[in-house]
């Protein structure tokens, strides 16, 4: 946190992102009535998002499985980093190979981690399909990626930090736009 | 499945030389990291793209195949390109002295320098002169700080934590590298170390926190947890410090009768490998199922992934009086 009070300006409120993630779980279910899919939430908050959206659509559905994604070993700027990552390590307690996977993050924005999500995934074998489902797209593509679920989508300039909070880990719930400070 | 927040980082280094300069933070952030790259031994592709593009060599002026390999195995585990030279190829034995040697890789452009020396202090004067990352891989009878990485990560993997555990630590600790690494990585992880072993190869001057015995079975009247035997280094002992190899078995080493009660209380033995069958442990502790040995080779891959990922080539690294501040 800097002196100057940075300008912080809401985005989606607390209902906002529940009817966000309402909206990606029915279109997930419309669209995957018959095969089984497996959520990987890529770390951290996409795991967050993943588990919202699980916990809606498993109501209606048991043959979802779930992982988690930490692509740290994959990004292509480690050596322009000041410290290393640390790494907590991917989890995916089900088969790749075949499967449907639907990947979870919370902002889309040079597309460059979810570049590095792709590699991760075919490390672990060939899927059959993969779709990417995010809270936020705010633009400013680096690599020609582009999701399939989307709950906002906006115009952002490079200057400024999209940040998206979850009860779960920040204490709080919302999406912000910020100019003059970082998580 | 909720995650916590990215834990604070700890900063990387250039080099690693030894376990005295590392903090019990920066032992417990290795052991954390080596975790995930042991999982990726299951997956259908082993390897990550961290260290793409990158250059390790192997510098080994004494001869290796097991820790060599280890090392190979992790650098490519991350993607990297490692090259090995052996002292017997090399132009050292044409003359060329080995920071000479080191000018050369150098042009060379390598990234990382794995070293293992006779001397002790050769990878640190390697280190001031080079930007590429040292690791030290065993130099003289100084240290081996991935090996006691990788046992710290073992015992770990197989008690969940250190503090307050015993470990018992039997052998040549006057000529063991491994010793004084291992002995000194698990004080500073809250373990209790004792040491034991034939009098004329126990240092004299050893740290206060040592606990030391005149028999096996006294030492195991303490009741360890661990018990780390260490090589015997045939090839490297010219003097005769202990009458002969049967003696030695039989009252230093891991023999049948002492085996049965180990098993009894479920000690778990370790050992950095290649074992001398028949001097410090039976065939029987190999086959024990709370033997760590074969545990300690698959780790030290992982261990030593976490190690090249954690240094970074071309920082300056922190010197001792700037160490001591923090």
Request: hydrophobic share 40%; aromatic share 6%.
């Amino acid at each position: 946190m800097t002196n100057s009070e940075p300008l912080r300006t809401e985005v989606l409120s607390r209902k906002d992102i529940d009817n966000k993630i309402r909206r990606i779980s029915s279109e997930i279910i419309e669209k995957h009535s018959d095969r089984p899919v497996a959520f990987v939430g890529i770390h951290t908050r996409g795991v967050i998002l993943a588990q919202r959206v699980f916990d809606r659509v498993s109501r209606h559905r048991t043959d979802i499985s779930q992982g988690t994604l930490d692509i740290a070993l994959y990004r292509d700027d480690l050596d322009n980093l000041g410290t290393i990552p640390s790494i907590r390590g991917s989890d995916l307690p089900f088969s790749v190979e075949g499967s449907h996977i639907i990947l979870f993050d919370d902002v889309l924005f040079t597309g460059r981690t979810i570049r590095a999500a792709l590699d991760e995934l075919m490390d672990y074998g060939r899927p059959a399909r993969i779709e990417l489902a995010v809270l936020v797209d705010r633009g400013n593509r680096e690599v020609p990626i582009c999701p399939d679920y989307l709950g906002h989508g906006m115009n952002t300039s490079k200057a400024e930090h999209v940040l998206v909070c979850f009860d779960e880990i920040d204490g709080k719930e919302g999406v912000y736009t910020v100019i003059g400070e970082t998580r | 499945m909720i995650t916590e927040p990215n834990p604070s980082p700890v900063h990387s280094r250039k080099d690693l030389l030894d376990i005295e300069s590392l903090s019990a933070e920066e032992i417990n952030h290795l052991l954390e990291t080596a975790k995930p790259f042991k999982e990726l031994f299951t997956r259908s592709v082993k390897k990550v793209p961290a260290l793409r593009g990158k250059t390790v060599l192997n510098l080994f002026f004494e001869p290796s195949t097991r820790t060599r390999a280890s090392f190979e195995i992790a650098a490519k585990r991350l993607s990297a390109d490692v090259t090995n030279l052996a002292v017997s190829q090399s132009s050292v034995v044409k003359g060329e002295s080995v920071l000479d040697t080191v000018d050369t890789m150098q042009s060379m452009k390598v990234d990382y320098l794995v070293v293992r020396h006779g001397a002790a202090g050769i990878p640190n004067q390697i280190a001031k002169h080079s930007p590429a990352s040292v690791i030290n891989a065993g130099d003289g009878n100084h240290a081996h700080p991935t090996q006691a990485l990788l046992d710290a990560f073992t015992i770990k993997e197989a008690m969940g934590d250190f503090s307050g555990r015993k470990i018992l630590i039997a052998g040549d600790i006057l000529h063991s590298r491994v010793a004084r690494s291992v002995s000194i990585c698990a004080n500073k992880l809250g373990m209790e170390v004792g040491i034991f072993g034939p009098p004329t190869l126990i240092p004299h001057g050893h740290p206060d926190y040592f606990h030391t015995f005149n028999s096996f079975e006294h030492a195991l009247e303490w009741e360890p947890e661990v018990i780390y035997l260490l090589r015997l280094q045939l090839e490297r002992q010219s003097a005769h410090f202990f009458p002969s190899l049967r003696e030695y078995h039989q009252v230093f080493g891991m023999t049948r009768e002492r085996f049965e009660l180990v098993s009894r209380k479920g000690i778990y033995i370790m050992h950095p490998g290649p074992v001398n069958r028949g001097v410090e442990l039976t065939d029987e502790v190999l086959t024990y199922d709370r033997s760590l040995i074969n545990r300690q080779v698959e780790n030290g891959i992982a261990a030593r992934m976490a190690v090249l990922y954690w240094l970074q080539p071309g920082i300056p690294s922190p010197t001792i009086e700037e160490k001591a501040e923090t």
